[in-house]
Nanobody
Framework: QVKLVESGGGSVEAGGSLTLSCVAS?????????MGWFRQGPGKEREGVAV???????GYGDSVKGRVTVYKDNHKNSLYLQMNDLKPEDSAMYYC??????????????????WGEGTLDVVSS
């Protein structure tokens, strides 16, 4: 059974930094192909943050471009999200997601179907 476990959430002041980690388990020897991060703030819709493919290509949501870096470690079957210059509006539950049995090879957030339980980030002003 595939599983994603996030860590690294916490409380930080505006302007600070956080690094989130996600470890995938239960995949076959090839590991995950595509992994990404979503977030959902209080009273807000779920928002795509970043995505990373096995080949190293990445993509970012408009609201975080220039402030975050996503990195996929294929050997460790892990995904990391380095967030800098955090703002109060970045406060949210951050969820890791990865490809599942129906994955079509197109590394896009909308094609990820395995989810972690989330980690909470709170940015105070």
């Amino acid at each position: 059974q595939v599983k994603l476990v996030e860590s690294g959430g916490g409380s930080v002041e505006a302007g600070g930094s956080l690094t989130l980690s996600c470890v995938a388990s239960g995949y076959n020897s090839g590991g995950t192909s595509c992994m990404g991060w979503f977030r959902q703030g209080p009273g807000k819709e779920r928002e795509g943050v970043a995505v990373a493919d096995r080949d190293g290509s990445t993509g970012y949501g408009d609201s975080v471009k220039g402030r975050v870096t996503v990195y996929k470690d294929n050997h460790k079957n892990s995904l990391y999200l380095q967030m800098n210059d955090l703002k109060p509006e970045d406060s949210a539950m951050y969820y890791c997601a990865a490809d599942g049995p129906q994955y079509n090879g197109d590394c896009n957030l909308k094609n990820l179907e395995v989810w972690g339980e989330g980690t909470l980030d709170v940015v105070s002003s």
